[in-house]
């Protein structure tokens, strides 16, 4: 009789705590005390079901390369300089590799043997005509390519997390591209504005001695690009202004620690103040030294904010981007720098923008189809098991209780394919009742006792019960795994409703059966 209402008090205690843990996440949270809404963690609807934004976006791993490939011509000018090695020109050639001018055979081999001590990650060099090409290997290259990814991952993360959209779903989809889901949008136009700005800042010299006019029309040089600068009237016109920007990059955002918006006093106009990090600041003063009485283009995302002229070396590792902005424009700006700057431009391949009120038609839709469901599983259980059946029909809802109580405490995201599994779960446990009826039913055949045939029944169907559900649980493992957001939703809500289902079946409709026969010792079970 103790284990009987040891049994009672656990499963009353868990469907307690299961009611108290769902109810904020329902139409009654408005009711409830304000210490229970907000110390309770809630289900959280997903993209399907409360609207928002779904986004796939492509990584340019190509040009993350690119930009490495600029920064080490860089290190290794220097390298060559501070060893006193002379060369006659250093540069970037193609998306991977790195050419390097020499006077002499002896230079060469000076130089060779300082790119294979200290840049490990280049093949052997193809010599023609005095100069050595440099191909980074194929192991650095992938290396790249994987960490540009995960890169473009964590800074989109962070941007999305300072844009403050709750439960957002950002992860990786094959080998280039990043999957953005962000529930309950309210301003997607802002969202893909801010997700979908790549905020690569490059540093690049203007040329000068080129003539723009003759580049418009017959083509840049080959070392040369146009770029624009784009000038905004009071009166809402604008100006697009043409650069002739060479094409080396000498320095990224990549080295960036801060950036703030400021009021520029003068003319009363917000700017992004820019802060790099000690090697970012070094490479700023090498440049300015260097540099002295040229413009340097201050390119974001391939346009040219403004082109000051290098008056003298800047120390200290600070700069600024003026330009005309608007207070939200520069703050949006802020905040995918000092998030961090995209290794590589992205693009958006897909956009998918769900209204809340088809949300709202698929939780109509979901929540009609599981009453309907189960109101027809309720009924066929009753039907073929009579009073047995009731006691399924008990145990399902326990299931469903639990289940939703176990989906608030873990503040797992609600999908259209979990409301599925929520369902497929309420079969799942009508299927382990039945498996135990019908052992049952053959004990009984056998001249059993009720109270002998029913420990008889729960014994035998132990082990199948088990194989299926675990089965059941590998696939939602693996659905978890390798699915996206709706999927893992799915998988989620089956996974939990298949280890509740578990207690329910071998606990809960037990102790009602043991009640039966130790306090009402029935003759005969409705089965």
């Given amino acids: 009789m103790r284990s009987i209402m040891a049994r009672v008090s656990l499963l009353a205690a868990f469907t307690m705590l299961a009611i108290v843990l769902f109810l904020p996440s329902t139409p009654l949270a408005d009711r409830l005390p304000d210490f229970w809404v907000k110390k309770i963690p809630k289900i959280v609807l997903g993209l399907d079901l409360q609207g928002g934004m779904h986004l796939v976006l492509d990584v340019d791993q190509d040009k993350a390369i690119e930009n490495h490939v600029q920064r080490v011509v860089g290190s290794v000018s220097d390298s060559l300089k501070k060893k006193q090695i002379p060369f006659t020109s250093i540069s970037a050639a193609g998306a991977s590799g790195m050419s390097i001018s020499f006077p002499d055979e002896k230079t060469r081999e000076a130089v060779n043997r300082l790119i294979g001590e200290e840049y490990p990650v280049f093949g052997s060099p193809a010599v023609k005509d005095g100069t050595m090409t440099y191909q980074l290997n194929d192991k650095e290259t992938t290396r790249l390519k994987e960490s540009a990814l995960s890169q473009a991952l964590e800074t989109i993360r962070n941007r999305i997390d300072k844009f403050g959209v709750s439960e957002p779903v950002i992860q990786k989809q094959g080998e280039r591209e990043i999957v953005v889901e962000l529930p309950g949008l309210k301003d997607p136009e802002r969202a893909i504005q801010l997700i979908g700005k790549t905020a690569v800042l490059e540093f690049r010299l203007l040329d000068e001695s080129g003539d723009v006019s003759k580049a418009l029309k017959f083509g840049p040089p080959p070392d040369d690009d146009i770029l624009y600068e784009v000038k905004r009237a009071k009166d809402g016109t604008s100006e697009r202004i043409p650069f002739l920007v060479k094409k080396e990059v000498l320095l990224t955002g990549d080295f960036l620690s801060d950036a703030r918006v400021a009021i520029d006093s003068q003319f009363n106009e917000p700017?992004?103040?820019?802060?790099?990090?000690?090697?970012?600041?070094?490479?700023?003063?090498?440049?300015?030294?260097?540099?002295?009485?040229?413009?340097?283009?201050?390119v974001l995302d391939g346009n040219v904010h403004s082109a000051p002229t290098i008056r003298e070396a800047i120390s200290g590792g600070r700069a600024q981007i003026s330009g005309?902005?608007?207070?939200?424009?520069?703050?949006?700006l802020a905040i995918v720098l000092r998030a961090g700057a995209l290794p590589a431009p992205v693009n958006i391949i897909q956009n998918v923008t769900v209204g809340p009120s088809v949300g709202q038609d698929s939780i109509r839709s979901g929540v009609k189809a599981g009453i309907l469901g189960g109101f027809l599983v309720l009924l066929f259980m009753f039907v073929y098991y009579k009073v047995s059946g009731l006691v399924a029909d008990f145990a399902m809802g326990l299931n469903v209780i639990m289940l939703l109580g176990a989906m608030a405490w873990l503040n797992s995201t609600l999908t259209l394919p979990g409301i599925a599994g929520i369902v497929l779960t309420m079969g799942m446990g009508v299927d382990s009742n039945v498996l135990i009826f019908e052992r049952i039913k053959e004990e009984l055949k056998t001249g059993r006792t009720p109270r002998s045939a029913v420990n008889a029944g729960y014994d035998r169907a132990w082990w199948t019960i088990i194989d299926s559900?675990?089965?059941?649980?590998?696939?939602?493992?693996?659905?978890?795994?390798?699915?996206?957001?709706?999927?893992?939703g799915f998988a989620v809500s089956l996974s939990l409703g298949i280890l509740i289902n578990l207690f329910t079946s071998l606990v809960g409709t037990k102790v009602i059966f043991d009640i039966q026969n130790e306090r009402l010792r029935v003759k005969r079970l409705s089965i």
Avoid: C, M, W
């Fill in 324 to 332: 005309g902005f608007a207070y939200d424009e520069a703050t949006d």
């Fill in 469 to 488: 559900h675990v089965t059941t649980l590998i696939t939602a493992a693996v659905l978890f795994q390798f699915g996206s957001g709706p999927i893992k």
């Fill in 271 to 298: 700017y992004v103040a820019l802060t790099f990090d000690s090697n970012g600041a070094k490479i700023f003063e090498r440049i300015t030294s260097q540099n002295t009485g040229k413009r340097l283009a201050i």
